[in-house]
């Protein structure tokens, strides 16, 4: 009898909540500009391959014009708000509450925190003008299918999809194409050719570049040898 009582009360403060968190997040990221969401494993480590790729390409997505957003914890998060930050760029952390604390990295300079994860998940797509996907474990590959989602049943507009480094993503590649596209059928041609795997930060950063000025926006000033003839 207490629990059907009390449960539609907490589930009412909880809605308020949610409420809040949007609207921090809405207020706090709309005047950021474009910006470039970066998804990876938090257990990289600042030695390893992977991390010194993501300082490298968020440092090249600041260069030219986008803030970079990340989860904000430790690995390829914070590899990607370092080197926006030491590049001179906005770098955000949309932190999560976890079980296992996250700590948020030491190179944000707009930092959010959140309780729920779909919040969070909203500001990762609203705000983003590209996802770029570093190799990573549960949470990466939801973020990455999360997004092929979205743009296949048109429920956001298409936005490049970049998957960095080829060696770690190419048996998962192959597994699509062999069992999801040619042996079921349960996706079709197109849906391989939403995302883009590259190894070069230049090349990323072009992309991103290339599709806003396809889109025909304006509002980003673009060092001249990224601009087209």
């Known amino acids: 009898m207490i629990d059907s009582i009390e ?8 809605i308020f909540r949610v409420m809040a968190e ?3 997040g809405f207020e706090e990221l709309a005047p950021v500009g474009p910006a470039v969401s970066f998804f990876g494993s938090s257990r990289a480590k600042p030695q390893e391959r992977y991390y010194k790729l993501a300082e490298q390409t968020a440092a090249e997505i600041t260069k030219v014009g986008f803030a970079v ?3 904000g914890g430790g690995g390829i998060m914070e590899a990607a708000n370092k080197g926006a930050t030491e590049a001179g760029g906005q770098s955000i952390g949309l932190n999560i509450e976890l079980p296992m604390e ?5 190179y944000q300079n707009l930092s959010l925190h959140f309780r729920y994860f779909f919040v969070r998940k909203v500001m990762f797509l609203k705000y983003a003008h590209g996802f770029i996907v570093f190799p990573g474990g549960y949470g990466t590959m939801d973020e990455f299918f999360e997004s092929l989602v979205l743009i296949q049943t048109l429920k956001q507009a298409s936005f490049p999809v970049i998957l960095m480094g080829s060696e770690y993503w190419e048996g998962l590649i192959k597994w699509m194409e062999e069992k999801m596209l040619k042996e079921h059928k349960y996706i079709a041609p ?23 000025e396809a889109q025909g926006r304006v509002g980003i000033e673009l ?7």
Do not use: C, H, Y
């Open 7 to 14: 449960n539609p009360v907490q589930d009412l403060w909880r």
């Open 22 to 24: 949007f609207t921090e």
């Open 223 to 229: 060092p001249a040898g990224m601009k087209k003839s």
């Open 190 to 212: 197109d849906d391989m050719n939403v995302f883009t795997v590259v190894d070069d930060p230049s090349a990323a950063a072009k992309i991103i570049v290339d599709f806003r």
């Open 69 to 71: 957003i990340t989860g």
């Open 102 to 106: 996250q700590l948020p990295n030491d």
